[in-house]
């Protein structure tokens, strides 16, 4: 199984066979971790697990932010931004009908 690891994981799999990623490989395995990440918070079991899995989610986030060369100042200027101008999810409102424009 090939996938995207944490740093220190060779320290604890000592038969498993790992290998630096070509800077070519790098963005689609971080968008493939972040889904395989996000996947695994769906499927939490507990407040403990979602807690966990979501603390991943953030890590390849800020793997990926730094991999673009954004820093977290500027990334949470955009999230505020966003949020200024369209809202946060906060109340919960859900969709039924009418045109998504992916925003």
């Known amino acids: 199984m090939?996938?995207?690891?944490r740093d220190k994981?060779?320290?604890?799999?000592?038969n498993?066979?790992?290998?630096k990623l070509a800077d070519s490989e790098r963005e689609p395995a971080l968008r493939k971790k972040l889904i395989e990440e996000t996947m695994e918070v769906i499927e939490a079991d507990s407040s403990?697990?979602?807690?966990?899995?979501?603390?991943?989610?953030?890590e390849v986030i800020l793997t990926y932010l730094?991999?673009?060369?954004?820093?977290?100042a500027t990334f949470l200027?955009?999230?505020e931004k966003k949020r200024t101008l369209k809202g946060s999810f906060a109340e919960f409102l859900?969709?039924?009908q009418g045109e998504n424009d992916n925003q």
Do not use: H, S, W
Request: aromatic residues 10%; hydrophobic residues 40%.
């Open 94 to 96: 859900e969709m039924e």
């Open 16 to 19: 498993a066979k790992f290998r």
């Open 2 to 5: 090939k996938k995207l690891v």
């Open 48 to 58: 403990t697990n979602l807690i966990e899995e979501l603390g991943d989610v953030y």
């Open 77 to 79: 200027k955009q999230v």
């Open 66 to 72: 730094k991999f673009k060369g954004v820093d977290q």
């Open 9 to 14: 994981i060779p320290e604890f799999l000592e």
